[in-house]
């Protein structure tokens, strides 16, 4: 376990709410094996007048569930007002987009790995220090253009293909210095950098850019591995703004890209 990742969720308290008893459990064992605590919480459970989300840090919810608590995930996220990660399906991620839009809060597909939800949890803690953001709709995807850095071939036609039809226009890098150069000429709405590229690596990439005034704010998604935890932290430590694992599912990338992009209108209005 990255002792970053660790040291953030060390002595975290999460409400779990909607979850079946066997997920809720094996969550539980995953938050206490970095010394965090998940507690279920449900409407018997409270007393009026009182917020039951008061002594925890943050709340872990089922995407399709409706309670005595809450009714859908935008209500609680509103009602609530603290970190939350919500756990669906890729459909449901796509009908909730709005309401992760912010970056104290995001979704987690099921099926999902233990490593991935505790970097999801360390995610919208790391971010508990910044403002709510009025979050609007992305604007129209037939303006945005994407650069996507992938020497795999397949990959990257898959990728565009998704991007494509959605309205994005795509350019390509195959390695890192060709990524970092396209990336300066062109300054994209958006570059998706895989991880492992040729002749510099995405990390050398993001580091450079993020480095660089002109594209220190580029929204940047990290492309890696599904089980590769110490990737993942280090390109959220060097400046990405969401990471998409491989193999990936396609309505999951869109709604990650149309987060971030919806992020990026809201801090530049």
Wanted: proline share 4%.
């Amino acid at each position: 376990m990255n002792d970053n990742l660790a040291g953030v969720l060390s002595g975290s308290r999460f409400a779990l709410i909607g979850l079946d008893d066997a997920e809720a459990s094996e969550i539980i064992s995953a938050l206490a094996s970095i010394r965090a605590f998940g507690q279920q919480v449900t409407g018997s459970a409270t007393i009026r007048g009182l917020n039951p989300f008061a002594p925890f840090h943050g709340c872990i919810i089922d995407a399709g569930c409706s309670s005595d608590l809450i009714s859908a995930p935008e209500e609680a996220i509103a009602r609530i007002r603290k970190p939350t990660l919500l756990i669906g399906t890729a459909r449901q991620m796509s009908e909730h987009a709005l309401a992760v839009a912010d970056m104290r809060h995001d979704f987690l597909v099921r099926p999902y790995e233990t490593e991935e939800l505790l970097v999801r949890a360390f995610r919208i803690l790391r971010n508990t220090g910044t403002e709510y953001d009025l979050v609007r709709p992305a604007k129209h995807t037939a303006s945005r253009r994407v650069v996507v850095a992938d020497d795999d071939q397949a990959a990257a036609i898959l990728i565009s293909t998704v991007l494509r039809h959605a309205g994005f226009t795509c350019e390509f890098a195959r390695d890192g210095q060709s990524a970092l150069k396209l990336t300066r000429q062109s300054l994209p709405d958006l570059l998706l950098l895989d991880v492992g590229l040729p002749e510099m690596d995405g990390f050398g990439v993001l580091s450079a850019l993020r480095n660089d005034p002109a594209t220190s704010k580029l929204p940047v998604i990290v492309v890696t591995g599904r089980n590769n935890e110490d990737d993942i932290i280090k390109g959220f430590a060097l400046g990405a703004d969401d990471y998409i694992t491989k193999p990936f599912i396609s309505g999951e990338m869109m709604a990650r890209v149309n987060r971030v992009l919806r992020r990026d209108d809201s801090e530049v209005n």
